[in-house]
């Protein structure tokens, strides 16, 4: 398995700015992802972070509302720009293992707050 | 696209006495099929996961079962005790593209002392 760390645990932002989220992984790792899980719901692919290459975003999620940048196998980046109260959430990374086995491992979580 | 529907959203039940979340699935190329369980503050936390070419898998009191023709898949907790207590997520993933999750909506697992 893996650890994976998340910072921050929770922020309170203001309506326009902008929040940088960290994720960073214990091992070696092939993919690596960013959900989002609104309170008492599911969670919602955003997008896959490649290494090197411009992230693969899921439907309805757009590059310039959500930056994310994987410099290396190990550390991926969200940015969730120009915030408004609807980006109110809980932004999880995740990553899949470097071993080939389908497994895919979750981060506690980053719980955003946008007043 | 595939989607992957979950019932029951809420379930309650006396501790020692079994749960069983069931889900299904739309897309015949799934082949993975994990179990998140997942506590209040928490992110997913991987509990039993299933492949296309298994019908079954226990892991202590924990096991799922799959049945590809009827595209279901549920999850199996016996003697259930209150630290049980948390949402499930059941997600799907298609065969080419292994890594790409798609998840249930979630069931709300209530145990009783």
């Known amino acids: 398995s893996a650890v994976i760390s998340q910072k921050p645990s929770r922020d309170i932002c203001q309506r326009g700015t902008s929040l940088t989220i960290q994720c960073q992984v214990d091992?070696?790792?092939?993919?690596m992802f960013w959900y989002r899980q609104q309170p008492g719901q599911s969670l919602t692919l955003i997008a896959t972070?490649?290494?090197?290459?411009?992230?693969?975003?899921e439907s309805g999620f757009v590059i310039d509302k959500f930056p994310i940048s994987r410099p290396n196998l190990t550390f991926s980046t969200l940015t969730v720009s120009n915030m408004s109260p609807e980006d109110s959430s809980i932004y999880l990374c995740?990553?899949?293992?470097?071993?080939?086995?389908?497994?895919?491992?979750f981060g506690p979580g980053t719980r955003l707050t946008v007043t | 696209g595939e989607n992957v529907e979950q019932h029951p959203s809420t379930l309650s039940v006396q501790e020692g006495d079994s749960a069983v979340i069931k889900c299904t699935y739309s897309d015949s190329a799934s082949n993975y099929f994990p179990w998140y369980k997942q506590e209040l503050g928490k992110g997913p936390q991987l509990i039993i996961d299933i492949r296309s070419n298994v019908g079954e898998k226990k892991d202590q009191r924990i096991a799922v079962t799959l049945n590809k023709t009827a595209k279901h898949f549920s999850l199996h907790i016996t003697e259930t005790q209150p630290e049980d207590s948390a949402v499930y997520f059941c997600?799907?993933?298609?065969?080419?593209?292994?890594?790409?999750?798609?998840f249930g909506s979630g069931t709300k697992l209530n145990v009783k002392p």
């Open positions: 995740s990553a899949t293992m470097a071993s080939g086995s389908y497994e895919q491992y």
């Open positions: 091992s070696q790792v092939t993919m």
């Open positions: 997600a799907a993933s298609i065969g080419y593209n292994f890594n790409k999750f798609y």
């Open positions: 972070a490649n290494q090197g290459s411009e992230a693969t975003y």
